[in-house]
């Protein structure tokens, strides 16, 4: 029953694990044959060996046996290959995620290497103080529209006065003219008067002469501040337009930024899964390695057995034997329990052990 | 500079794996498929740690670490034996050779990074 003894062997498998091991499970069909043929002595020694020989068994085994051997390391190595592979995949597509922005993005790790989504962050920082700083240009320019009208209407003020100026002279020469007649009638006694009156008569002349030349100053003047004042309500009310447009352009912008912004949270928040899936897939494909080397251990235990069906003179130790030796080279926990699965480990492996 | 870890495997699923968990957080990774081969890639090149496992072909990772030990420049370098091994003799072979810690696989990345850093040399 040495074969049968074995089978367990291949109980407490992964799935993942199962796949590379269906090579095994042929091979497992083989070996019942083997037992149902070897007949039920194989636990006793040196007799078994006796009864496999007169059923032709032993030198069937020798035969068979490399080439289940073969079967197994095929197994091993195409795993092997296919899982480095995989792993090589995956290291290209972590390589893609750094080059595509999300490389800072671990667990644990703030993303700052979220490059975009802090240049969104910075544009909308950078446009929203922007249409303030125009409506402050505008309202300086009204200010400055309120003076240039206070101005012109000082000037206003100004021309009447002018105006005043002139009322003041004509009556002032009329009141000459009168002295003057007043002089002429009073004779010779009225001479120096007449002279008086005839130098206010030229004062009040020169007085109207300016005050109509202020009259024209101010009435140029008044036409040019008419003229400013209109340019500068038509460029006010302009301003006030092309401000109102670009509001409404940049928000228009700084939705489409804020837009981009949450869009670029996704694709981190979604990177960042990505990335932790691929990294944990990359840590379950260890498997790979443990089924190696329970591969390699039924497989070196398959070559003992041919060895020993090739050789008639060696005799077919008992089971007992057999598994202990078989025990003796397992490295990990999960070969101990699939060997004895009634005997499942109570712990964990400690993590890490520091000396 | 970036610190250098030696990976000494005869799986290149683990040397990838390894790999990938050591380069993400930094370190620069040299590669060796068993202790002989690691040996003469090592030849006196700095390395600020090396993590290994134990069973492999032609020179084991236990041999590895003694040979390691006794050259003067490595004398003091720390060695993480990472293996799927996880019985008691063993782990006091690897301590008894200079091992200064032993991480059973599978691993956690997480788990092997942090002795790691506390491990590796300035």
């Known amino acids: 029953m040495l074969a049968l003894a074995l089978l367990p062997l291949l109980d407490g498998v992964t799935v993942l694990e199962c796949v590379s091991l269906a090579g095994l499970a042929a091979l497992a069909g083989l070996v019942l044959w083997c037992v149902q043929t070897l007949g039920q002595d194989a636990a006793t020694p040196a007799a078994g060996h006796a009864a496999a020989d007169t059923d032709g068994m032993a030198p069937l085994m020798a035969e068979v046996a490399p080439v289940w051997g073969r079967h197994v390391r095929s197994v091993k190595d195409q795993s092997e290959t296919a899982i480095a592979q995989l792993l090589g995949g995956f290291s290209a597509l972590l390589d893609h995620f750094e080059r595509a922005g999300f490389s800072g993005i671990r667990s644990g790790q703030d993303a700052g290497a979220n490059g975009s989504a802090q240049r969104l962050a910075t544009c909308e920082q950078k446009l929203d103080p922007v249409m303030s700083w125009l409506e402050q240009m505008v309202d300086s320019k009204t200010e400055l529209l309120t003076h240039v009208r206070t101005l012109s209407e000082a000037t206003s003020e100004l021309k009447s006065l002018a105006d005043e100026v002139g009322k003041i002279a004509a009556q002032t020469n009329l009141l000459a003219i009168n002295a003057a007649i007043e002089a002429a009638r009073a004779g010779e006694t009225g001479r120096g008067f007449g002279v008086i009156a005839a130098e206010v008569r030229k004062l009040s002349n020169v007085s109207a002469d300016i005050g109509k030349r202020i009259t024209k100053g101010m009435d140029r003047m008044s036409t040019t501040m008419s003229l400013t004042l209109e340019s500068a309500a038509d460029a006010d009310e302009n301003d006030r337009r092309t401000i109102g447009a670009s509001r409404g352009v940049v928000e228009e912008v700084l939705g489409h930024v804020r837009g981009l912004g949450q869009d670029a949270d996704t694709m981190r928040e979604q990177g960042s899964a990505i990335r932790t899936e691929v990294e944990q897939m990359i840590v379950a494909l260890q498997f790979q390695d443990r089924i190696r080397q329970i591969l390699e251990v039924v497989d070196a235990d398959m070559e003992r057995l041919a060895r020993l069906a090739a050789d008639e003179a060696a005799p077919l130790p008992a089971a007992e034997t057999w598994l202990l030796e078989l025990s003796g080279k397992y490295t990990m926990a999960d070969e101990h329990v699939s060997h004895t699965p009634a005997a499942r480990r109570a712990d964990a492996d400690d993590e890490v052990t520091f000396f | ?122």
């Open chain 2, 1 to 122: 500079m970036a610190k250098t870890v030696m990976i000494v495997d005869d799986s290149i699923s683990i040397r990838q794996v390894v790999g990938l968990t050591l380069r993400g957080a930094g370190y620069q990774v040299i590669e060796g498929s068993n202790g002989r081969d690691a040996l003469a890639k090592l030849g006196g090149q700095k390395v600020n740690l090396i993590v290994s496992d134990v069973n492999m072909p032609e020179m084991n990772g236990i041999e590895f670490v003694k040979a390691v030990k006794a050259q003067p420049e490595y004398r003091f370098l720390p060695i993480i034996m990472l293996t799927t091994e996880s019985g008691d003799e063993k782990k006091r072979e690897g301590q008894a050779a200079g091992a200064r810690a032993w991480v059973v696989k599978p691993f956690k990345p997480e788990v092997l990074l942090n002795a790691v850093q506390k491990l590796i040399l300035p």
